[in-house]
Each structure stands twice: as C-alpha cells, then as structure tokens.
Nanobody, 126 residues
C-alpha cells in the first residue's frame, strides 16, 4: 500500500506561484512513477505532469510545459509541483498519484496509476 497526501493548494491571483507537495507513506515510494492530475468541476480528470522513479524521465501536458515543474525527493518520500504564472484555467482540484507498475516511465494515463491522494484545491482568480 502507498498512502498519498497532497498539500500546498490555495487561492491565488493570476500570475502568482504555488508549490504543491505530495507526501507518500507505505511501501516503495521510490520504486513508483509519480504523477499530478487535475480535475475541474464538470470535467474529466486530466494529466498534468509525471516523473519516473529516479527522476530521469519527465512528461507534462502542453498547457503547463513552460510554467509547471515536477520534481521528487526520494529520501523524503515527497513529490512536488512548482506552478508559476498561474492562470484562471489552472483552477482545479489537483491529485497526486503513484504508478507502482510503471516505475521507469512517466505515464500520462489515469489507468496507469494505482494509488491516489485525496486532492488539494487550487483556485486562481483573474
């Protein structure tokens, strides 16, 4: 089992920055690929960014590629999402997820992840 807890969300203005954290407990965090997803009201959960277990492979969706940075610290069992130049369309609940069967890659599909956190709300006002 892997337990995931997100933190760092909040209400900010357009152009501001936030850093989300995902603290993991339980088995083998360092052996899992990790990802961030987001879901806005009335919309499907969408991929934001992912990172392989060693941090050597990363992927992100085009809409955040130049603004968001994913990273992880396996010694601290924590993953991060640095979000800069936030826009109102970034407003959503952000979820972290672990993919224990896809550790070497940076998977982009919801179905590839087998553990999920409860989410943290990010609201960006214009």
């Amino acid at each position: 089992q892997v337990q995931l807890v997100e933190s760092g969300g909040g209400l900010v203005q357009a152009g501001d920055s936030l850093r989300l954290s995902c603290a993991a407990s339980g088995r083998t965090f360092s052996a899992a690929a990790m990802g961030w997803f987001r879901q806005a009201p009335g919309k499907e959960r969408e991929f934001v960014a992912a990172i392989s277990w060693r941090g050597t492979t990363k992927s992100s969706t085009d809409s955040v590629k130049d603004r968001f940075t994913i990273s992880r610290d396996n010694a601290k069992n924590t993953m991060y999402l640095q979000m800069n130049s936030l826009k109102p369309e970034d407003t959503a609940t952000y979820y972290c997820a672990a993919a224990t069967t896809a550790a070497w890659g940076a998977p982009r599909r919801v179905s590839e992840y087998n553990y999920w956190g409860q989410g943290t709300q990010v609201t960006v006002s214009s």
